[in-house]
């Protein structure tokens, strides 16, 4: 990973601003709800309590029937028609409640406006049966028809049931059974329709003919011949009592009731007794809308969906929060809804009666205020933290930038200097004052200290030799004077094998001083115009006279090319090539010499065949004192190869060695009419 | 008489060995090792020929300054740099103040002894009266094989001993290459290929200031070098 990337990674770490102020706005506002819950929770305290005055208004439960066993008459604000149809009805269809029948789900409502009672109710039913003459009263028949009845008491004295039985679809006349029996009651009118999969009945029935306790169940039969099953909505033989909001608590409520709130008032079943709604609905929506307002919601602690606030259709309240008040605590719950902004804060209170809970009140308020105030800051802070995020984010990228191109201008600087060989020149930033200025320095002096390395290796030979000349001397001439005294047999031939060991020593002296003494008539050459091909062609004939087992081979693919140089220094550096390549052939072998003239150079290619170059040597290859020779072979001292890359680097050519099919080629790049003068190390 | 001869070298082994050499040579040998003693010596007696090194002890370049001093004194005196020092530079510098040779100590006594009686012979043959048996003439060129000069287009060429070996090796056999070897042992040197090129170079350079188009020395390259006859 380079260090661009690195530091804006590290950037990346501004984004911590946005999620802090995040933090810091979600603890503002829960801290803002939790003011706000605990100012509802004291007003639904007062509520609850001064309840208790209207104690007598609450139901009194007997424990005897669950809530299951008891039905909800909604109120209505229109009057329905009675024509099997429930859209007239001023309910939401979640208010219908459903048991479950023979063939499938019943669904059903029970309502009231005015002074009758509403009923309407939805059967699954794969074979509708009618009823017959015979099976029209339930007494004593022995034909059986569909029937709903709708059972009602006010125990312990009335019971009776009102029975709706179709001889077709259409309006039917119902049946009202009691301690005299069956009889027409025109008092009620009902709407039978048959529907796909079943039927539907709608009812009317003035209140007074209802008692207290009401229940509805449901007689399927498959043909007139049985009796069939039956469905019910409660689960004993009598039917629980019926609820509905109270109108004395109604009113209590709309007195209790503030701007923007909710009172519920419920019985220990959470059966909704009283209500009053001031609350404004989907408020919250112009604070914030689409991208923005789902960010914010991500952000940001969810509350359970705003739909769950609302008075329940069933007319039952079940949300916990209720059921823990009703159970004697007073709880808190928080209400949002992330489509419409909407946000509501609820609190629960028990009544209490003594120890005795008695019903809860629950109050609601819509908390829109603390939402478009946490949404204005959100996105101020949003917008300032994303900018400074991506401020510091381009700053900190061109911060990179600037630092990796030096590095890089500094690498590439240094690694072009060891190329060249160039060692003492200036690298960037070498005075710039930070830490990269003493990078550069210290690699100056460590470039510095390779290049006087370097000098020193190369000036050792040639002052190696020269510091031994003088004792050799003083060797050679004292064995040359030993040999005109009179010696024995024995002392002669010491004198012989010292003379010859001499002899190697100023051989090898000779050789190692011949790279300086190749630089310095570098120097002093003065160029001359000649013919290379004529050269190679005269000296590739020489070596076949010196070698006498290689076979040589001179190919040009250039008529004739005019080099300007010194040809004897050329000559010299192709008898280091050729002596190499003898020296690595094996007899018998062809060395190929190759001239070429290729954009504006001369190439002059040595190939032999024989064992490949290693390749970590490559490089050095043609540097002073580094021989790829077996170390036993004392002839040689890494020295041929570095004369012959000084003479193509005095010609301002370069030599390179590589690798071919079965053998090793060594090319010597010069310009076609060069000067060596021009290029003066 | 026996010829007298001065040999200016700080390094005590290698001076006692030339001496003895020079002096079984029947030469009278004076060894000095720097060159304030040797030129307090030459003041009451010069000796006819001095050998000297070019590094005395603490003078770097004593040699060079002693020449000088000599060459001063004594226009016809042979000196000989006899030294450690290989490179052109010296060599060429040490030549332009006059000396009549510049030899590396590789070179061995009995070429040394060589050139030494090369030397004197020269010198001795300067005196006689011109004689035609040792001259050799090859078109402008003319070698006077007993004085050791040689004349082109009737001009004397200032060649120093090695380089009149080297045209005299050339020039016997016109149209001949000799080689680096043959060229080397007739200048009874031991000598690399770059000197060989460097000595060809200055014989050269000697001919072209006489004559411009001087170009009798050809290079066979690869090979060696050959001298054309026009």
Redesign the interface.
């Known amino acids: 990973m380079n260090l661009r990337r690195q530091l804006l990674l590290v950037s990346l770490l501004t984004l911590m601003l946005p999620w802090a102020g995040c933090e810091f706005i979600r603890e503002t506002e829960i801290a803002l709800r939790d003011g706000q819950r605990q100012m509802l929770a004291d007003t639904a305290r007062a509520v609850a309590g001064s309840m208790v005055q209207h104690s007598e208004e609450f139901p009194v439960s007997d424990g005897s029937f669950g809530a299951g066993d008891q039905l909800y008459v909604h109120r209505l604000e229109a009057r329905p028609k009675i024509d099997g149809y429930f859209d007239d009805w001023t309910l939401p269809s979640a208010s219908l409640r459903s048991m479950r029948g023979t063939d499938g789900p019943i669904h059903f409502a029970v309502a009231s406006f005015s002074q009758a009672t509403y009923l309407y109710i939805e059967v699954t039913d794969r074979n509708v049966v009618y009823a017959t003459p015979q099976s029209l009263l339930i007494d004593g028949a022995s034909r059986f028809a569909d029937r709903v009845t709708l059972a009602s008491s006010s125990p312990p004295y009335l019971k009776e049931a009102i029975s709706f039985v179709a001889e077709a679809p259409g309006k039917i006349i119902s049946y009202k059974q009691s301690v005299y029996g069956f009889e027409p009651e025109p008092t009620i009118s009902a709407f039978w329709q048959d529907i796909p999969g079943g039927y539907r009945v709608e009812a009317r029935i003035p209140s007074g003919q209802l008692g207290t306790h009401l229940g509805l169940s449901v007689q399927n039969t498959g043909n007139a011949l049985e009796p069939g099953t039956r469905s019910s909505s409660f689960t004993g033989r009598a039917p629980g009592p019926a609820m509905s909001k109270i109108q004395e608590l109604d009113r209590i409520a709309g007195l209790y009731v503030q701007s923007d709130t909710r009172l519920i008032i419920t019985d220990t079943q959470g059966w909704r007794i009283g209500a009053a709604d001031e609350l404004v609905a989907g408020r919250g929506a112009q604070s914030g809308a689409g991208l923005a307002m789902r960010i914010y919601d991500l952000l940001l602690e969810r509350g359970k969906e705003a739909a769950f606030a609302e008075p329940d259709p069933s007319g039952r309240e079940q949300q916990p929060y209720v059921s823990a008040a009703l159970e004697g605590r007073e709880t808190g719950a928080w209400f949002r809804s992330v489509d419409t902004g909407t946000a509501i804060v609820a609190v629960a209170a028990p009544v209490t009666v003594g120890d005795k809970v008695i019903g809860a009140v629950v109050l609601q308020r819509g908390t829109d205020a603390i939402l478009s105030l946490r949404n204005e800051g959100l996105s101020r802070l949003i917008n300032v933290t994303l900018i400074t995020t991506l401020v510091v984010a381009g700053a900190l990228l061109g911060y990179a930038t600037w630092l990796s191109r030096r590095i890089r201008a500094l690498s590439i600087a240094a690694e072009d200097a060891l190329e060249t060989e160039n060692l003492a020149s200036a690298l960037p930033s070498a005075l710039a004052e930070d830490e990269i200025g003493d990078l550069s320095r210290s690699f100056s002096w460590v470039l510095q200290q390779l290049g006087e390395y370097n000098e020193y290796l190369r000036s050792l030979a040639s002052k190696l030799s020269?510091e031994l000349?003088?004792p050799?001397?003083?060797v050679?001439?004292?064995l040359?004077?030993l040999e005109?005294e009179e010696l024995n047999e024995a002392s002669l031939g010491y004198t012989a094998r010292a003379r010859e060991g001499a002899d190697r020593l100023?051989r090898i002296l000779?050789a190692m001083?011949?790279a300086?003494?190749?630089e310095?008539?570098m120097q002093?050459a003065e160029p001359e115009r000649f013919d290379l091909q004529?050269?190679l062609d005269?000296?590739?004939?020489?070596?076949r006279d010196v070698y006498k087992d290689r076979t040589f081979e001179f190919t040009s693919s250039v008529a004739s090319a005019q080099a300007s140089g010194s040809?004897?220094l050329l000559?010299?550096m192709?008898?280091k090539l050729v002596d190499n390549a003898v020296d690595f052939s094996e007899d018998g072998d062809t060395i190929t010499l190759a001239l070429q003239e290729e954009d504006n150079a001369l190439l002059i290619a040595v190939t032999n065949p024989g064992p490949r170059l290693p390749e970590r040597m490559r490089s050095q290859l043609f540097d002073s004192m580094v021989s790829m020779r077996s170390s036993n072979d004392s002839r040689h001292l890494g020295l041929g190869l570095y004369v012959a890359r000084l003479i193509a680097e005095g010609h301002g050519g370069h030599i390179s060695a590589d690798n071919v099919e079965g053998g090793v080629c060594f090319t010597v790049s010069i310009p076609s009419g060069c000067n060596p003068g021009a290029t003066k190390r | 008489m026996a010829k007298r001869i001065a040999i200016v070298e700080d390094e005590a082994a290698i001076r006692e060995n030339y001496a003895a050499a020079f002096s079984r040579e029947g030469y009278v040998v004076d060894g000095y090792e720097a060159r304030r003693p040797a030129l307090d010596a030459f003041e009451s007696r010069l000796p006819d020929l001095v050998v000297i090194d070019i590094n005395l002890k603490d003078d770097v370049e004593g040699g060079f300054e002693l020449c000088r001093e000599l060459r001063a004194r004594a226009a016809d005196l042979p000196i000989i740099f006899l030294t450690a020092r290989d490179s052109e530079f010296d060599a060429v510098s040490g030549l332009r103040l006059g000396a009549d040779d510049y030899l590396t100590k590789d070179i061995s006594l009995p070429h040394l002894m060589a050139r030494v009686a090369a030397l004197f012979r020269r010198l001795d043959a300067m005196q006689k009266p011109h004689g035609t048996e040792s001259r050799i003439t090859r078109g402008d060129l003319s070698i006077d094989t007993e004085r050791m000069t040689i004349h082109w287009q009737d001009q004397p060429v200032g060649l120093t001993l090695t380089e009149f070996w080297l045209v005299h090796a050339l020039a016997r056999y016109p149209g001949h290459v000799k080689n680096r070897q043959q060229l080397m042992d007739a200048a009874q040197a031991v000598l690399d290929d770059n000197t060989i090129t460097s000595h060809v170079k200055r014989i050269r350079r000697k001919f072209h200031a006489i004559d411009e188009r001087f170009d009798s020395i050809e290079t066979v390259y690869g090979m060696g070098y050959r001298w054309i006859s026009h």
Do not use: C, F, G, W
């Not at chain 1, 005269?538 to 070596?543: D, H």
């Open positions: 020269h000349r003088t050799l001397a003083i050679t001439s004292s040359e004077n005109h100023r000779s001083s011949e300086s003494r190749v310095e008539l002093h004529a050269v005269s000296t590739t004939k020489a070596y040809p004897e000559i010299q192709l008898d």
